[in-house]
């Protein structure tokens, strides 16, 4: 599953210019010119990571990062913000609503895919290959096996996925309309009733061992992967 960036920039040649780096990187692209439509992107889309340009038409990089530091549904999505400001009370601002890290412009291709592999490690140090363990729970996407304090699990494909999702993106709420897009896919039609379909399968394969509590149900908001209570 490629690594999604959500690029929000009101220049379209530096838009093209990044996508065309990330895209060589092997990174999936979206891109809005503004902080609102940055906001209807996200709805459709979950970023592993923004690209955020700090001087944005009607809404500033800094408003949108405050905003979205309050949304639940999107709080913890690393923010990289795109400027040509350098200064440190700047990028102290910008650290206070949110913000990872910096990109200076004008900056080269190779500076921001280093910079946006250093921050989605620190985000989520567990590449996609690697065995994921949470309370006893473990996945290994390679082997393709799960185990809970070290008894196998048995699960369907669409289960393993959608737990191999929850495990590499903990803390974080999604809607079913999320999931449906990062479990199943952008191109696949499939009802999101489907997705409590799946959850309950999911929970029920790990019921024994007391793991289905880790699948958590937040009211009116959607579904979080947790340890804690």
């Known amino acids: 599953m490629a690594v999604k960036i959500l690029i929000i920039e009101d220049e379209a040649a530096i838009r093209e210019m990044v996508e065309m780096a990330l895209g060589a990187a092997g990174y999936e692209v979206f891109q809005a ?25 009607g809404m500033s990089g800094i408003d949108f990062a405050k905003r979205i530091k309050k949304d639940p549904l999107c709080s913890n999505i690393p923010i ?68 809970a304090n070290e008894e196998k699990v048995d699960m369907g494909p669409t289960e393993f996925r959608l737990l191999h999702f ?40 790990i019921a024994d061992t007391g793991h289905d509590s880790l699948i958590q149900t937040v009211r009116g908001a959607g579904y979080r992967f947790s340890g804690k209570l």
């Open 33 to 57: 010119e503004t902080g609102e439509e940055g906001f209807s992107t996200l709805n459709e889309h979950v970023p592993d990571l923004i690209l955020l340009d700090w001087m944005l038409p």
């Open 80 to 147: 990289i913000m795109l400027t040509a400001r350098g200064e440190e009370e700047d990028k102290v601002r910008g650290l206070d609503v949110g913000a990872d890290d910096f990109v200076t412009k004008p900056f080269s291709p190779r500076e921001l895919v280093s910079r946006i592999k250093a921050v989605l490690r620190r985000a989520s140090p567990m590449s996609s290959d690697e065995v994921v363990e949470v309370n006893g729970l473990r996945l290994d996407p390679v082997s393709h096996r799960v185990s």
């Open 166 to 205: 929850f495990m590499t993106h903990p803390e974080r709420v999604f809607t079913r309309g999320q999931l449906l897009d990062n479990v199943w896919g952008t191109n696949v039609y499939v009802e999101e009733r489907t997705v409590d379909v799946h959850i309950r399968r999911l929970r029920k394969s």
